[in-house]
């Protein structure tokens, strides 16, 4: 089911959460609200769900005006980050809840409610733990527990606030990839709230990145990593190193450095390059260097070195490099190395501008 988000506004006293707000979101998108704390997106989805009210605008569900319907009857399955299984209730009865509560005319039979609940656990590979209760069972398998739950009732629309964040980094790395294929499976629209950069990307088909009650981009995972849209989107995605530089003559300079610009870009504007340490090549040469350090920590982390360079004003410049590359240039602690880039993303100051050379 599509759901369109038109121009949401929702304010708690002098708080705004959401400011006019609007988002598409097709049919069987698996789409992630991502962003720090207090950005709006819990909010958003709440209103989504129809646990809170929007001050103004409009929820369609395929179509129809849903802003003012009973969260009971939007057919929304919602899991929270802390699982609310019921904990005097067996794993079955858990997951059998949202049947059993139905009224009589709609609620199916007691066999038709097994099957349903078994077919369930076992799609959550976890149909051995039937008879189990919530406190036998670890975070992980609480959480698909909770997931079953809220399928069992077949929603339209599943929505999950920080689905995996009670959950150590292993159990949630396994649990993003099992989302993932369960979403290919079911094909059920579904959105979810996360401030993890790292799920985000690995999960959704498209990324929503907001902050202060707005929306910072909407795209595919890979686009908007490649391509952000403004400086807080490209810091947020990652590690950066920023580079502040002036516009002359549609070039932007930074100390000996120079890239050409486009030409919208106005001589004497102050602008600031951001780069990833992934995107930095180290070189004992200067030429076509962005700046220079002198090596004071090197952690390797994988297949991956992190070299951190300290320039002559005290700022820190960190490159990431292959382990083949490092052999290769044979790196010291107290070595003078050259910072070389293969990618920049350039932002002028007070003005974003979109441009990624």
Not at 137 to 149: D, K, T
Not at 238 to 247: A, C, Q, T, W
Not at 292 to 311: F, K, N, Y
Not at 320 to 340: H, I, M, N, Q, T
């Amino acid at each position: 089911m599509s759901i369109e988000i038109k121009h949401i506004h929702k304010q708690f006293g002098d708080f705004v959460a959401l400011n006019n707000v609007s988002l598409s979101i097709a049919s069987g998108e698996l789409l992630a609200l991502l962003g720090p704390s207090g950005c709006g997106k819990t909010t958003l989805l709440r209103i989504i769900a129809g646990l809170e009210k929007p001050d103004s605008g409009q929820v369609l569900f395929a179509g129809e005006d849903a802003t003012h319907t009973h969260v009971a009857e939007r057919e929304v399955g919602f899991v929270f980050q802390h699982y609310a299984l019921f904990r005097h209730m067996t794993v079955f009865d858990n997951v059998a809840f949202g049947l059993n509560v139905k009224s009589r005319k709609t609620r199916p039979s007691k066999e038709a409610i097994r099957e349903k609940v078994m077919q369930l656990l076992k799609m959550v590979q976890l149909d051995w733990l039937a008879d189990a209760y919530p406190s036998q069972l670890s975070g992980g398998q609480r959480q698909r527990i909770a997931l079953a739950r809220s399928l069992a009732v077949e929603p339209k629309v599943l929505l999950l606030d920080e689905p995996f964040g009670a959950l150590d980094a292993k159990v949630r790395k396994d649990l993003r990839r099992w989302l993932r294929d369960l979403h290919h499976d079911m094909h059920i629209t579904s959105v979810f709230v996360t401030h993890d950069q790292e799920e985000a990307l690995e999960v959704s088909d498209r990324v929503v990145v907001m902050d202060h009650g707005h929306i910072e981009q909407v795209g595919r995972p890979d686009d908007i990593y490649e391509h952000p849209a403004s400086p807080f989107v490209t810091q947020f995605l990652g590690d950066v190193n920023l580079f502040h530089g002036r516009v002359e003559q549609g070039h932007l300079h930074i100390g000996d450095y120079a890239h050409a610009l486009e030409p919208h870009w106005q001589s004497g504007a102050e602008a600031v390059a951001y780069v990833r340490p992934h995107d930095l090549d180290l070189s004992s040469l200067a030429d076509g260097a962005l700046g220079q350090g002198t090596v004071e920590h090197i952690h390797a982390v994988g297949p991956m070195v992190r070299v951190e360079l300290l320039q002559d004003n005290g700022q820190t410049i960190e490159a990431a490099v292959s382990k083949e590359r490092y052999r290769e240039l044979g790196v010291l602690p107290g070595d003078l190395l050259y910072v070389v880039p293969k990618k920049v993303s350039v932002f002028a100051k007070p003005q974003v501008q979109d441009y990624v050379i």
